[in-house]
């Protein structure tokens, strides 16, 4: 990745640009001066004028003041990555009002397109839970980690705590539940890879259920969803969510349109016809042509093929994933940067294929669409990859929240199904 690796110093002025959600491009005209010019002050080359800063801060200014204000209930955010759940309930009338993530390049990122009117906390395991303010709702995309069991009567016997302050404890689960134990929110979303189930033998799932519905009294329902139905890539993912009362929320009536029907590749790639203008460092000329960076070096093409070879011939089904505008993706990855195989597109003529760029990673994980380029991404190609592929698809949480909505706010209409017995009505 060469340069890549390199991670850019923050300027006054870049930092700034970031939180104002504007390009280099789209500043020239506003601020006056040259792309050039305001290049060389993003890098922190020459120092801005200072007239370009008041008007830069006044565009932030605006920003902020145009979030919106009806905000209907809290929610924190846990292990939050580049924001993806966030992002989903920010837009049926969340507020954010604690966020914790460890990384410092996801936090670089997640900052870039947020605006909070809190700091991003580290690690969470050194976070009391009577430190986070309270909530109504919790999300968490929090690592897989094996769980150690052992019998509860065994442990009984061995006058030995038990429950998830034992079973759990060591394990990043652990820290969701005693905040949930503390703060005991109206409802939580918590994702993880679709192998959670069958993580260490059902045993890591077994513990993570029993927590949560035995010890911590909610109800729960979880569903592995694939995202292929709202972006052009197969990724599935459980999502589980809990609530404090009985509420009639579940999964089963949950809108996800027919996959069959979902976008292509095409969708999210480059057009490279000059529809899109230029965003360097990932496409570059009148025409957007993504930068020759991203097409593979001889070598590594080789590599790949031959890799591919010597495991078909075994009876494996390793290899890469060359797809066009026509295709679906495979799973993106976080290791993706390191010779995005198992996304490559391909390319006219002769030439080798490419990865993806970190833009339409963006768009393939949908943090933006084709035009908008509404999400910053201010960390290198190498890191953007790592971020992305460790991210949740944004339509999912999306469709989740909305069906959430009705019953974290109580808005639904109470239905009598027979004497003595209330249920709440589904969302719309």
Known sequence: MGDDVKEQVQTDFSRLREQSGLSIADLTDRLGFSARTLYRWDRGE????????????????????????????????LFAGIGGLRRGFDLIGGRCVFTSEWNKYAQQTYLANFESAHEVAGDITEIPAEGIPRHDVLLAGFPCQPFSIAGV???NSLNRPHGFRCDAQG????????IIEHHRPRAFLLENVKNLVNHDKGRTFKVIH????????????????????????HRERIFIAGFRDECGFTFDDLPIPDPMSGPCLGSILHPEDGSEPEEKPYTTGNDGRVSPKYTLSDHL???????????????????????????VART???????????????????RNPRRLTPRECARLMGFDRPGQNKFII???????????????????????ARHMRCFITQEA????????????AACG
């Open 413 to 424: 209409q109470q239905l009598e199904i027979f004497p003595g017995h209330k249920r709440v």
């Open 210 to 233: 029993h927590v949560l519905r035995e010890e911590l009294g909610y109800h729960i329902h979880y569903k592995v969803i694939d995202a292929r139905s709202w972006v052009p890539q």
């Open 171 to 178: 394990t990043l689960f652990f820290d969701v539940a005693r």
């Open 332 to 350: 993106l990855s976080a290791r993706y940067y390191k010779d995005g195989s198992e996304i490559l597109v391909k390319q006219s003529g002769h």
């Open 378 to 400: 201010p960390v290198s190609d190498m890191q953007a990859y790592k971020q992305f592929g460790n991210a949740v698809a944004v339509p999912v949480v999306s469709a989740i």
């Open 153 to 155: 009567s065994k442990k």
């Open 301 to 327: 093409w080789q590599y790949l093929q031959d890799y591919a070879e010597k495991h078909r011939k075994k009876g494996n089904g390793f290899g890469f994933g060359l797809v066009g505008p026509e295709n």
């Open 46 to 77: 020459t120092k801005p004028r200072q007239a370009a800063m008041t008007i830069l801060e006044n565009i932030v200014d605006e920003r902020r003041a145009s979030v919106k204000k009806d905000v209907t209930f809290d929610f924190i955010d």
